[in-house]
């Protein structure tokens, strides 16, 4: 084995190191804050992304709460939810004409596929996300 041999099979396992690292933290578990700053960036990471909009000041935002929680810990691997408080952010919900809260969009690819304005049951939510998962 020459040095560039050895050079090159060094970067094969870096790079495989990190694909391993990036793969185990890839789907969290738990809803994830979401910003106008990096929401576009969490489409692109994310092939299925659940993104409630919501506000401290919501009561049903605040029944919603335990239902993505739930949500974000079975799919996990499959689906990620984001939270984008619409207090805090007026850009993205301005783009997605979000004029009642909660509202849930679903993204698949990037692109809105779904979208549901109120609270609903886990099941009922779950029906919709399924048709989605591949």
Known sequence: ???????????????????DIMSEGKYPEEPINVSDGDFQDTLERYPVVLVDFWADWCGPCKMMEPVLEELASEYKGDLVVGKMNVDKNGTVPNQFQVSSIPTLVLFKDGEPVERLV?????????????????
């Not at 084995?1 to 694909?19: A, W, Y």
């Not at 109120?118 to 591949?134: H, P, R, T």
């Open 118 to 134: 109120g609270a609903m049951q886990k099941d009922q939510l779950s029906q919709k996300v399924e048709q989605y998962l591949e």
């Open 1 to 19: 084995m020459n040095m560039d041999d050895g050079q090159e099979e060094l970067k094969n396992i870096k790079k495989k190191m990190v694909e």
